[in-house]
């Protein structure tokens, strides 16, 4: 299947320091990426979609001067947290999708998320 | 708007037993359905998925699962558990009209194979 790398796997930093995490499409072209936040033994919780190009979509409640999403080529997508504060702290995961003629059957190739720990 | 539901928090079952994961759903139009497994501190890895045709469908590690319209449900099988299988699984949807390519993810069960 495809390859969705993500970097880094892990971070700690200090509050109040931002943080960006990278995830790339390794082996495909992504127009439409997706970012989610996972808590302990919960499920995923998608933050914003990131369209090439354009700005990020993002869901309700999610601060998105906070969470800056930028999308610059069909591979990258990379993910900032700025002015990280400890409640940030989390699993984030990026998945992507080949680009195919009908979104919607495409199953989506995930990075292997990245640990925040903000002190 | 499209969901699902997940009932089971915790899935227990003895090793070589035979393992259910439940899943419902609801969406417009066509659901496209998709199982994806959680080992810890890892992204998700693709399981399977329901598009079109045969109700049963296989997929990886010896996974199935078997689509029932009526019943608007997915719910993913496997003949003979492993302890490797304990795991977070989730099912997921896609819609097959308007702007509903987003997945929903239902909120995860985890799997627990006892030796």
């Known amino acids: 299947g495809a390859v969705v790398s993500q970097h880094p796997s892990w971070v700690i930093c200090k509050s109040g320091t931002s943080v960006k995490i990278e995830c790339r499409s390794l082996?495909?072209?992504?127009?439409?990426m997706f970012w989610y936040r996972q808590f302990p033994k919960q499920s995923l919780m998608l933050m914003a979609t990131s369209n090439e190009g354009s700005k990020a979509t993002y869901e309700q409640g999610v601060e998105k001067d906070k969470f800056l999403i930028n999308h610059a080529s069909l591979t990258l997508s990379t993910l900032t947290v700025t002015s990280a504060h400890p409640e940030d702290s989390s699993f984030y995961i990026c998945?992507?999708?080949?680009?195919?003629?009908?979104?919607?059957?495409?199953?989506?190739?995930f990075g292997e998320g990245s640990r925040l720990t903000v002190l | 708007a499209q969901s699902v539901a997940q009932p089971e928090d915790q899935v227990n079952v003895a090793e070589g037993n035979p393992l259910t994961v439940k899943c419902t759903y609801s969406?417009?139009?066509?659901?496209?359905l998709f199982w994806y497994v959680q080992y810890p501190n890892r992204g998700l890895q693709f399981l399977l998925k329901?598009?079109?045709?045969?109700?049963l469908v296989k997929g990886s590690y010896g996974f199935e699962a078997e689509f029932n319209k009526s019943q608007t449900s997915f719910h993913l099988k496997k003949p003979s558990a492993l302890v490797s299988d304990s795991a977070l699984y989730f099912c997921a949807v896609r819609g097959s009209s308007g702007g509903s390519y987003i997945p929903t993810f239902g909120r995860g069960t985890s799997l627990i194979v006892h030796p």
């Open positions: 329901y598009i079109t045709g045969d109700n």
């Open positions: 969406v417009s139009g066509n659901p496209y």
């Open positions: 082996d495909f072209q992504a127009t439409t």
């Open positions: 998945s992507a999708s080949p680009a195919a003629a009908n979104m919607n059957t495409g199953e989506l190739f």
